[in-house]
């Protein structure tokens, strides 16, 4: 199938999806995995991703009525609802503070854990979760939809609703303070 | 891409993410997602996509019309327990006895209808009935099938199952029968037009024709049922589908009553096998049913027919419920009434036999089918009800429900 016709072929799905449970489930199948995994690139635990998942997609069928646009920015929107609800997560479910104390107490037995042998996924891993839960929650998004998702500045400024040139310059300062905290890993 | 950007690309892709997704994690939310639009779609009375794309509107509302009259009449009997000195339903029940037909005229959005229904000698159940619209549309019963005449396309639409009727008629039994059932309200009140005191019931239910609910009033001093209003949806939201606002009943009435002459020579078309959206969510967990891998539909109809008419045979109702997930929403004390009929001369003894698959269609889960399954009941009275069973894939496993009974059941031999 060309790209013309798939698109149609979108948009197509989008307008039966308000009428047909079955064209919803198709979409909500196409989009799964990329929710999912944006979920656990931010919160670090699949299970917690898994119910924010959850929350995601409930939200998505309860506000569908209200979108009105093309497949990619279905995904998009999927997107934006995911980074509310991980944030509010992040909000309601742990003190930011606590849980920086955790991850901190939480690299420093999982580097000891590994200490000795060369340096491993785990550690990086640790290191990752730790730096990137210091960020605000806005730069944990860009920095997730960029690397993870791989979306595009100007994509990323959709999901946000800002510009790109902002968004540019927000990655910029968050991976400024991430080299900070992982300076070892990633500068070398 | 930034030098900065890079090089954190190249860190993050030493980093090993438990990140791919779990399917038995998107199947349990796909069902809970199919629950949540079930429930939104309740709604939005939409009618169903095939049907709709088929007949077009006015036909689709008068067989809503049609079709609902089962309900009426049946939820007419769940206030036992309200009864009062004042209003004893038992009195409602000696009124009603000695009538062996009901006319009953009323308004659907489009237009208005009347339907006329007729039990048979012993009044176990209804024989004939003939629903006429305002616009021409007729909708009756024979031989076992029920028809649907459509004028704008002189077509007639027909099943082959009485898709409209009651399956017990007006009387004591049904009252026992009914009496079991909770989710009613009785408020008193009077007639502004008449001053005639007034009594009127709010009741809901989900069965085989999806979400429904009515309110009914009842003139005091008769005892019989006056006006009847019910919605597709269990709040009453909306405007109702049917508005009753004349029901009179006749000792009897002549088979010229029940008489249909269709001009000129219209087409026959049958109509597909369908169930309502609503239900989609109620069959859609895994945990009902039986697994269908490695069996044909045939097979694997049989086998859950089987084990749902043996399960009211043994009178146990857990089973009854994993296979039909639409009995679990009703107590256990009404199934043993309505289903299990436990004591009684209708209650079931024996399997016969269970047919070829007799019609095809989809629902949003999947393929259905329907079946014949011949019975014998405790009388000795032998009898045929044609079963739908869903067949649906769960996690990538296939496996299948009985969504319930494809029209009322008929005598045979």
Redo the contacts between chains.
């Keep these: 199938m060309n790209n013309e016709s798939k698109a149609a072929n979108d948009g197509q799905l989008i307008a039966e999806a308000h009428n047909d449970a079955a064209a919803f489930v198709q979409l909500y199948r196409r989009h799964y995995d990329a929710v999912f995994r944006y979920c656990v690139h931010r919160l670090f635990d699949r299970h917690i991703a898994e119910d924010v998942t959850s929350q995601v997609f409930t939200k998505a069928v309860e506000s569908f009525s209200s979108f009105d646009g093309t497949e990619q920015q279905f995904c998009f929107w999927l997107f934006r609802i995911a980074t509310n609800a991980v944030n509010q997560h992040l909000r309601k479910q742990i003190r930011r503070e606590r849980m920086q104390q955790n991850v901190q107490e939480q690299v420093l037995s999982e580097i000891s854990a590994n200490s000795g042998s060369e340096e491993s996924s785990h550690e990086k891993l640790a290191a990752l979760k730790a730096a990137m839960l210091s960020l605000k929650p806005r730069y944990q998004t860009i920095i997730t939809l960029r690397f993870f998702e791989n979306l595009k500045p100007a994509e990323i400024a959709e999901v946000l609703g800002s510009s790109s040139g902002t968004i540019r310059s927000q990655l910029a300062r968050a991976l400024a303070k991430l080299r900070k905290v992982l300076a070892t890993e990633f500068t070398d | 891409m930034?030098d900065?950007?890079r090089?954190?690309?190249?860190?993050?892709r030493?980093?090993?993410?438990?990140?791919k997704?779990?399917y038995s994690?998107?199947d349990r939310?796909?069902q809970?997602?199919?629950a949540?639009?079930?429930k939104?779609?309740r709604h939005k009375e939409?009618p169903l996509?095939i049907w709709r794309i088929i007949v077009k509107s006015k036909i689709t509302k008068l067989s809503t019309a049609a079709g609902l009259f089962i309900a009426i009449l049946l939820s007419f009997f769940v206030f036992e327990k309200l009864s009062s000195p004042a209003w004893a339903l038992e009195d409602a029940i000696e009124a009603l006895k000695g009538f062996q037909a009901v006319h009953v005229v009323g308004a659907f959005p489009g237009g208005t209808a009347e339907i006329w229904m007729r039990a048979d000698k012993a009044k176990t159940q209804s024989t004939n009935v003939v629903v006429r619209g305002s616009h021409g549309a007729i909708t009756w019963t024979r031989d076992g099938s029920t028809y649907h005449y459509e004028p704008s396309q002189n077509t007639v639409y027909f099943e082959n199952a009485l898709t409209v009727g009651l399956s017990q008629w007006l009387g004591p039994e049904l009252l026992e029968m009914l009496s079991t059932a909770d989710n009613a309200e009785l408020v008193r009140g009077k007639d502004p037009a008449t001053g005639r005191d007034r009594v009127t019931l709010f009741c809901s239910l989900i069965d085989v024709h999806g979400a429904q609910s009515w309110i009914i009033e009842f003139d005091v001093a008769s005892k019989l049922p006056v006006a009847v209003k019910q919605w597709q949806n269990l709040d009453r939201s909306g405007p109702p589908t049917f508005d009753a606002f004349k029901v009179t009943y006749y000792e009897s009435l002549p088979d010229s009553v029940f008489a249909v002459h269709i001009p000129g020579q219209p087409a026959y078309v049958q109509k597909p096998l369908t169930i309502p959206?609503e239900n989609?969510g109620v069959l859609s967990d895994s945990r009902h049913g039986i697994p269908a891998e490695g069996m044909t539909q045939q097979e694997a109809a049989e086998s859950i027919v089987r084990a749902t008419f043996q399960a009211v045979i043994d009178g146990d109702i857990a089973t009854l419920k994993k296979m039909c997930p639409l009995c679990e929403s009703w107590g256990d004390e009404f199934l043993r009434s309505v289903i299990v009929k436990t004591g009684k001369d209708e209650r079931l003894v024996e399997i016969l036999k269970i047919g070829q698959i007799s019609e095809t269609g989809h629902s949003?889960l999947g393929p259905i089918v329907a079946l014949p399954v011949s019975v014998k009941r405790q009388d000795g009275i032998k009898a045929e009800q044609k079963m739908i069973v869903q067949f649906r894939q769960l996690g990538g496993v296939s496996s299948c429900v009985v969504h319930g009974s494809y029209g009322l059941p008929r005598e045979i031999e």
Excluded at chain 2, 7 to 12: A, D, H, L, S, V
Excluded at chain 2, 14 to 19: C, E, L, N, R
């Design positions: 930034s900065k950007e090089q954190f690309e190249k860190f993050i030493g980093i090993k993410f438990d990140d997704a779990d994690h998107r939310l796909e809970d997602l199919l949540v639009m079930a939104q779609t939409q996509k959206d989609i949003k």
